[in-house]
Structure formats: structure tokens, C-alpha cells
């Protein structure tokens, strides 16, 4: 079993987050939403690190986070060059877009989307900031989440990915009504010695796909 390696500073190595495959089927990842705050042009950045922009000499603001997973179909096997679309809000909670009607601040030094693939073995990592939670209704606040659109060679997820130990998780309703099931919506910490910026955390989230 190969087992997750923390970040080398200058090698962008997240560790290839190989999990043992139970004897069957996997569950698939939990469908949701798209959501209200899709980018509202194309997504055209294929950078692993939302923490900077180019030509930018300020970091994003907000605490560093560490994402690897692998792309799967539900008998483990892994899926090459699937395209993962990915969207979020900054550390403050809001997103880059024109519709997101939330007071907190606007991070000129954080995009927040972008688009990757996957590598021969079903592999991706990415570096962003964790992002906050917001409000939706007064008694609704979503938790940290970033969402993906997921493309494999015959099947498409739209999903959402949550952090573990999140208090906001239990209460939020589209993570709750998650299809297909909450926990495979939600992404592991593992270890974080020798990380270059202080206090970043390095999470694990694998996706399996219904049919590759």
C-alpha cells in the first residue's frame, strides 16, 4: 500500500493518497449541486496552485491547504487524464463573482478556479487556501467547501469536497442530503511536518467515478 507523503518544498509533491480497495464495488463519490457561483467565464487556468497568480508578488490571503486524491471507477481502477474543473470561495467566504452578494472581502491575489487532469495512474494534487464558510439564510451557514466537475472517459461528477471536523458540516443541508452519501464527500487530514508555510494542512480526498 502506498501511503501519502507530505509536500517537498519546490518538488509540488502532495503523495499519491493510494488507498486500499475494499474486495467489490466502491461507493461513488456523493453527487451535488452546481451551485449559484460557477465562474462566470470559462475556466481557462490549468495551474495546481490557486495561493498565487502570476505575475502577482502577493500570496493569496488565508491558511494554505494541500489537496491530493486519485480518480477511480468503483472497481479501483484508476482513470487517466480525467479533466477536474475547480471552484471556490476565498479564506473569507466569498467568492470572485458578481453574484455573490456577501460582505466579506473580495482577496485580489486569489482566482479561486481553475482546471487540471490527472495523471497515468488517476493522480492530482492541488495547492489553495482553505476556504471560509459563508451564510445563506439566517439560519443557514454553509462550511468550507470547494467544488469540482469532474469529467472521466464515460461518466461526469459535479460535487462538492468538505473538510473533517468542520462544526458547519453537520448542519449543512446539501452536505446531509448528499447522494450517494456524506462521508465520501469529505476530505482527511494527514500529516504536515516540513511544509514550507507555517500551519498548512495537507488533506486527502479520492473520487470514484460510477463508470470511469
Not at 453537520?170 to 494527514?190: C, F, N, P
Amino acid at each position: 500500500m502506498h501511503r501519502p507523503t507530505v509536500p517537498i518544498e519546490g518538488s509540488h509533491v502532495y503523495g499519491d493518497a493510494t488507498h486500499v480497495l475494499a474486495e467489490g464495488l466502491r461507493p461513488a463519490t456523493a453527487e451535488e449541486i452546481v451551485g449559484p457561483y460557477f465562474p462566470v467565464r470559462p475556466i481557462v487556468s490549468t495551474t495546481n496552485d490557486l495561493t498565487v497568480i502570476a505575475g502577482r508578488e502577493l500570496r493569496a490571503l488565508g491558511q494554505v491547504v494541500y489537496i491530493s486524491g486519485r480518480v477511480t471507477d468503483r472497481r479501483g481502477t484508476p482513470v487517466q487524464n480525467a479533466e477536474l474543473e475547480i471552484w471556490q470561495a476565498n479564506a473569507a467566504g466569498r467568492y470572485p463573482h458578481p453574484a455573490d452578494e456577501n460582505t466579506a472581502p473580495i482577496d485580489q491575489n486569489f482566482d479561486g478556479h481553475t482546471k487540471i487532469r490527472t495523471d497515468l495512474e488517476g493522480n492530482w494534487r492541488l495547492k489553495t487556501i482553505k476556504p471560509g464558510g459563508y451564510p445563506v439564510t439566517p439560519d443557514w451557514c454553509r462550511p468550507p467547501h470547494i467544488h469540482f466537475d469532474v469529467r472521466g472517459r464515460a461518466s461526469r461528477l459535479v460535487t462538492q469536497m468538505y473538510f473533517e471536523g468542520e462544526p458547519l458540516n453537520e448542519m449543512d443541508i446539501l452536505l446531509q442530503r448528499s447522494w450517494g452519501g456524506k462521508e465520501t464527500a469529505i476530505a482527511h487530514y494527514v500529516g504536515s511536518t516540513g511544509l514550507p508555510e507555517p500551519n498548512a494542512l495537507v488533506a486527502v480526498w479520492n473520487i470514484v467515478l460510477l463508470a470511469g
